[in-house]
């Protein structure tokens, strides 16, 4: 027995190193996964709620149901026949935040939108942060006036807003507290095109590579875009890349739960800035 002592010692010393490297490579893979999770968390957190896809699943779509929402602030404008048109070759919908003064101007647009299918929800009058966000009654206001003008325009009652530059960091609780209460549904967005300082077509890659990113785990994407010239321009490039893998585009309706940004500590009154 004795002679054997010696390669079983080895041998045992070489198993031992072989679980020494296997425990030290799980523990890199271990850090990994709790990054992993951390940017999930981040994810998670962000968004009062995680949209569900269409069977109101909370798990992943697969790639022929997968759904995403298009939106479209600031118009209507006479751009908006051209993103009209390009929804319209795809067989794409989308959600229109309008302005009461742009409706005003486009009456036409405003019907046009309404007839295609696609939904339109409020962005206020003003568009200016000092006055929208000066008082709950304010923002209110603005909201009731744009309702009552899409409803003389197209007979159509809405009661989805979005706020001007989003809800954080000015729509405070008692803001949300009188516009939910007052029956209106927030809602922000979770992929921003920043189509409004991107040159042309470059917005088109800043939205897919968030919406790669969201897929992983799993989240509908609603996706802010700008009624303006140059989304309108190279929105065939993205619906062209939506069609092709997949998705198939929703519109927002008032009995979804709403998707709005989470103050945390971030939000306060305007007139603090
Ligand atoms: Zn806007």
């Known amino acids: 027995m004795k002679k054997y002592g010696l390669p079983i010692m080895i041998m045992v010393i070489i198993v031992l190193l072989f679980l020494l490297v296997d425990w030290i490579s799980s523990i890199r893979v271990g850090s990994y996964n709790v990054e992993e999770a951390n940017r999930n968390i981040m994810i998670d957190l962000e968004p009062k709620n995680v949209p569900l896809n269409r069977e109101g699943k909370s798990q992943p779509d697969t790639e022929s149901n997968r759904i995403v929402y298009l939106t479209f602030d600031d118009g209507p404008s006479p751009v908006s026949n051209d993103i009209l048109d390009t929804l319209k ?9 309008m302005l009461d003064p742009a409706m005003r101007v486009n009456p036409d647009v405003v019907k046009r939108t309404v007839m295609e299918g696609h939904a339109v929800g409020l962005h206020g009058v003003t568009h200016d942060k000092n006055k929208f966000y000066q008082s709950e009654l304010a923002a209110l206001s603005e909201m009731k006036t744009a309702q009552e003008t899409l ?3 197209t007979g159509v009652t809405t009661h989805l807003i979005r706020t001007p530059y989003g809800s954080v960091p000015y729509l405070t609780e008692s803001f949300r507290d009188v516009l939910n209460h007052n029956g209106f549904r927030l809602w922000d967005w979770n992929v921003d095109s920043s189509d409004w300082n991107l040159m042309e077509d470059e ?5 897919i590579s968030q919406i790669e990113e969201l897929d992983k785990y799993g989240i509908t994407p ?10 309108a321009h190279h929105l065939s490039t993205l619906l062209a890349y939506l069609k092709e893998h997949g998705y198939k585009t929703g519109v927002i309706d008032e009995h979804m739960e709403s998707y709005s940004f989470n103050c945390y500590d971030r939000c306060y009154p305007v007139d603090e800035e």
Do not use: C, N
């Open 203 to 207: 917005y088109v890659q800043q939205v």
């Open 89 to 97: 070759t795809f067989d794409a919908k989308a959600t229109f935040f």
């Open 222 to 231: 609603i996706i802010l875009m700008h009624d303006q010239d140059g989304t």
């Open 151 to 153: 409803l003389r325009i």
